[in-house]
T-cell receptor
Framework: GESVGLHLPTLSVQEGDNSIINCAYSNSASDYFIWYKQESGKGPQFIIDIRSNMDKRQGQRVTVLLNKTVKHLSLQIAATQPGDSAVYFCAENLYNFNKFYFGSGTKLNVKP | DTGVSQDPRHKITKRGQNVTFRCDPISEHNRLYWYRQTLGQGPEFLTYFQNEAQLEKSRLLSDRFSAERPKGSFSTLEIQRTEQGDSAMYLC??????????????FGPGTRLTVL
């Protein structure tokens, strides 16, 4: 499958700061992306998604940005909290292929 | 809880034994997926079903692996003659079919398999 990679394997931030997690994808035909949060011993939890016809999407405290020109995805978390500590994965989906390709994840550590 | 459920949550077995895992998807979801996740890596696709039909299998799914979804509801994943390399988290996900080709997948808690 196509590779989905993350620039930083570990990110440490202070509680209350904003966090930015980056992701590069290699398949320009990918048209749907999801950010998942995975806590230790649990399955991935849906955070936010974005379709390829959008550049930006906002949720509660989270924003996803998509730059199709450079095939880059980012997740911004505002006012990071200790409960945000987890591994974050971006996943890409090719239209009608019905499966997601995941990167290796970025671990977010939030320091109190 | 109306999310995806998996059973058991943990399984320890000896090499050569057979194991079976169960997944119950979100009730109105037509599609069900199996992924495998090893430590420090993202989930890797294994196979998926639309209703009771198994529509795709990854090359990762060797002949020792078989998955079923007999009534289009719950699914089972069986691994025969387990090997130590099968040790991983086995994740199940489900999604509705929206017709857009962009269907959000919701994951269960996973089954952690340890092969001794």
């Amino acid at each position: 499958g196509e590779s989905v990679g993350l620039h930083l394997p570990t990110l440490s931030v202070q509680e209350g700061d904003n966090s930015i997690i980056n992701c590069a994808y290699s398949n320009s035909a990918s048209d749907y992306f999801i950010w998942y949060k995975q806590e230790s011993g649990k399955g991935p939890q849906f955070i936010i998604d974005i379709r390829s016809n959008m550049d930006k999407r906002q949720g509660q405290r989270v924003t996803v940005l998509l730059n199709k020109t450079v095939k880059h995805l980012s997740l911004q978390i505002a006012a990071t909290q200790p409960g945000d500590s987890a591994v974050y994965f971006c996943a890409e989906n090719l239209y009608n292929f019905n499966k997601f390709y995941f990167g290796s994840g970025t671990k977010l550590n939030v320091k109190p | 809880d109306t999310g995806v459920s998996q059973d058991p949550r943990h399984k320890i077995t000896k090499r050569g034994q057979n194991v079976t895992f169960r997944c119950d998807p979100i009730s109105e979801h037509n599609r069900l997926y199996w992924y495998r996740q090893t430590l420090g890596q993202g989930p890797e696709f294994l196979t998926y079903f639309q209703n009771e039909a198994q529509l795709e299998k990854s090359r990762l799914l060797s002949d020792r692996f078989s998955a079923e979804r007999p009534k289009g509801s719950f699914s089972t994943l069986e691994i025969q003659r387990t090997e130590q390399g099968d040790s991983a988290m086995y994740l199940c996900a489900s999604s509705p079919v929206t017709g857009t080709g962009q269907d959000t997948q919701y994951f269960g808690p996973g089954t952690r398999l340890t092969v001794l």
